[in-house]
C-alpha cells in the first residue's frame, strides 16, 4: 500500500518577509547601538542643557516697554493725504464733505522716516548708546529696537521698544510718539491746522506788503505836501478798500479750492456767488464815483487832484486794502486756532509706556529647553555614528568601505 508522500507545508505564521525582518533587525540594531552608546547621549544631553543655562544667566537682558496710541479721525475738512500733498494753504474749507480716514500705514511710514530717527537719535544719544560708526547703523539698530504694528480690529498702534535699561526703553518708547505728533504738526495734516499754516503765511505775507505800502505812501504823502485824507472820504474809500480785500481774500479761497475740488462743489459754487456780489459792489461804487465827477475809486471830486495827490490817494488806497487784508486774516486765524484745539493732538496716547518690571528677553526655560533637546539630538547622531564605525571595523568589507570613503574625502586623491 502505498501511502502519498507528505506535502510542504507553508506555515505563514513562521515565514517573514525579508523586508519586514531586516526593519526588525534594523530596529533593534539602533536600539542596541543606541544603549551601547547611553552615555555619548546622555553626556552631550547634559553638556548642552548645562550651556543653556549657563548662556541664560549671561546673556543680559532685555525689556520691552510698550505704549498705544489712536490716530485722529478726520473729519469736516480736507483730508490728510491732501495735507501730505503740499495743499498746506487751504482756507473756508469747513463746507467739504467726503473726508478720508487717515492710513495706519502712513503713521506708520512718519515714524520710520528720517526726520523722525533723526530727531531720537540726536536728542536720546542713541549712536553712542548703541556704539555705532556713523547714523546710518545707528538708525539700523533703532529700527531694530523699535516695533511698530497695527491693530485692524481696534484700529490702535503698538510702539514697542526694547533695551537693557527698563527705563530707557519706556522712554524710547514715549519719545517716539511725541516725534510723530512734532512731524504732524509741521505737516498740518487736518484741516483746521492747513486753515491756520495758510492764514499764517498770509498774515507774514501781507504784513511785508503793508510795510512797503506805508514807505510809499508817506513818500507820495510829502511829495503832495498835504495830508491825503483830508481831501478823500475816509468811510468811502475805507468801503471799497474792505470790499476790493474781501475779492481778493475769496480768490485766493476759490483758487486753492480748486486744485482738488470738483465744480459740483458747494463749497465752490458759494465763494462764485459771493464774489459776484462784491464785485457788483465794486461797479456800484465806481459808478457813484464818476457821477460825482470823481476820477479815483473810492474818492471824491478828484479831478483838481495834482499828479502827486493822485498818486498819494492810490498809495492810501492801497494801505487801506492791506490794513483790511491783514484784520481780516488775524480774525480767520484767531477761528483756525480755536478750532485746531477742538480737534486736539493728531494722536492721542492709550497707554503710556512705562519701565517693564519683567524682563522679555531671555526666556531662560525656553532657552534651557531648546538647548536641551539640541543636545538631545546631536548625542543620538553621535551614537549613532560611533556604533556605524565600530560595526564596519569589524568586518573586511567594512573596512573597505571606510578606506574608499577616506579615500573619497581626501584632498590627496581628488587631485590624483
Known amino acids: ?229 483830508s481831501m478823500l472820504v475816509d468811510s468811502a474809500i475805507g468801503l471799497w478798500a474792505s470790499t476790493h480785500a474781501q475779492i481778493i481774500a475769496k480768490e485766493q479761497q476759490l483758487q486753492m479750492l480748486g486744485q482738488f475740488a470738483t465744480l459740483q462743489n458747494p463749497e465752490m459754487h458759494r465763494l462764485k456767488t459771493e464774489i459776484a456780489v462784491l464785485r457788483t459792489q465794486i461797479s456800484q461804487y465806481e459808478k457813484g464815483n464818476q457821477q460825482s465827477g470823481g476820477q479815483e475809486k473810492g474818492t471824491v471830486k478828484t479831478k483838481d487832484m495834482s499828479p502827486a495827490q493822485q498818486d498819494a490817494a492810490q498809495a492810501y488806497r492801497d494801505l487801506k486794502i492791506q490794513e483790511t487784508l491783514l484784520d481780516g486774516f488775524v480774525r480767520q486765524l484767531e477761528v483756525a486756532k480755536i478750532d485746531e484745539a477742538k480737534e486736539g493732538p493728531p494722536v492721542q496716547v492709550l497707554d503710556v509706556a512705562r519701565a517693564p518690571e519683567i524682563r522679555a528677553k531671555p526666556e531662560r526655560r525656553k532657552l534651557v529647553i531648546a538647548y536641551t533637546v539640541t543636545g538631545l539630538i546631536i548625542g543620538l547622531v553621535l551614537a549613532l555614528l560611533k556604533s556605524l564605525l565600530r560595526f564596519a571595523q569589524k568586518t573586511p568589507e567594512g573596512l573597505q568601505r571606510l578606506r574608499d570613503l577616506q579615500r573619497a574625502w581626501s584632498l590627496r586623491s581628488n587631485k590624483a
Open 1 to 229: 500500500m502505498n501511502t502519498p508522500s507528505p506535502q510542504p507545508t507553508t506555515n505563514s505564521s513562521a515565514e517573514i518577509p525579508s523586508g519586514e525582518a531586516e526593519s526588525e533587525i534594523n530596529l533593534l540594531d539602533v536600539l542596541i547601538a543606541l544603549g551601547q552608546e547611553k552615555l555619548t547621549v546622555i553626556g552631550v544631553t547634559v553638556l548642552a542643557a548645562i550651556a543653556g543655562v549657563v548662556i541664560s544667566l549671561i546673556t543680559p537682558p532685555t525689556y520691552v516697554a510698550r505704549t498705544s496710541i489712536m490716530p485722529a479721525q478726520q473729519g469736516g475738512g480736507a483730508s490728510a493725504l491732501a495735507g501730505l500733498s503740499g495743499l498746506a494753504g487751504l482756507a473756508g474749507l469747513s463746507g467739504m464733505s467726503g473726508a478720508v480716514k487717515s492710513s495706519d500705514q502712513m503713521y506708520i511710514a512718519f515714524m520710520r522716516s528720517q526726520s523722525v530717527q533723526m530727531a531720537l537719535i540726536d536728542q536720546l544719544q542713541l549712536k553712542e548708546r548703541y556704539q555705532s560708526k556713523n547714523l546710518e547703523e545707528a538708525r539700523m539698530s533703532l529700527t531694530n529696537s523699535v516695533s511698530i504694528t497695527t491693530d485692524k480690529a481696534s484700529g490702535l498702534l503698538v510702539i514697542e521698544a526694547q533695551d537693557g535699561d527698563a527705563e530707557f526703553a519706556a522712554k524710547l518708547a514715549n519719545q517716539q510718539v511725541h516725534e510723530l505728533n512734532v512731524i504732524l504738526n509741521r505737516l498740518a495734516i487736518t484741516e483746521a491746522q492747513q486753515r491756520r499754516l495758510y492764514y499764517e503765511q498770509q498774515i507774514t505775507k501781507t504784513k511785508k506788503t503793508l510795510v512797503e505800502v506805508e514807505v510809499r505812501f508817506k513818500e507820495a504823502q510829502q511829495k503832495a505836501g498835504i495830508q491825503v485824507t
